[in-house]
């Protein structure tokens, strides 16, 4: 079994500074860690990651399959299973964002007036 990872492992819970909900961590654990530990567990049971190395076409005429990679020579695979996630747009905005707490303490993001607003109430 290869895995192809473009980035690093753990893909976007690998980002999370805690997560709370994972089954066996009843204090939780970092996304660092959470990673790091499926890595040697998957190493454990012979799984090849192959980190740094994205995958950009897939050729489905000919079996097994081959996938090209970044230049890379390409590798083959009887099966493949694509498990590609989620990449967040980031807003393209040149100034930042503030938080702040509506009258109930809940937190929600400033639009720049509402907060070029707020903090000439706050000179005064
Ligand atoms: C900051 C943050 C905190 C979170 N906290 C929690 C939490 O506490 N509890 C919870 O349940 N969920 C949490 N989540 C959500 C959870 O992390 C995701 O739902 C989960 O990681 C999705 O897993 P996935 O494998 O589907 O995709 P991803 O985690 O996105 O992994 C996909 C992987 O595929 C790789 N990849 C993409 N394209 C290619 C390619 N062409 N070739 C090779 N590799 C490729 C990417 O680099 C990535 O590593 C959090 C997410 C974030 C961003």
Redesign the pocket.
Known sequence: MLA???????????????????LGFPLGIS?QDLAGRAFVQAEKFGAQIAVA????AIKCDSRPFPIECDGDEPVRGQAIVI??????RKLQVSCRLRTSRDSKGRPYTMEPRQWRRSSAKAKT
């Open positions: 192809l990872e473009a980035i690093a492992p753990g893909g976007q819970a690998g980002s999370s500074s805690r997560i709370e909900n994972y996304g190395r994205r995958a950009t498990a590609c996630g989620a990449a967040y």
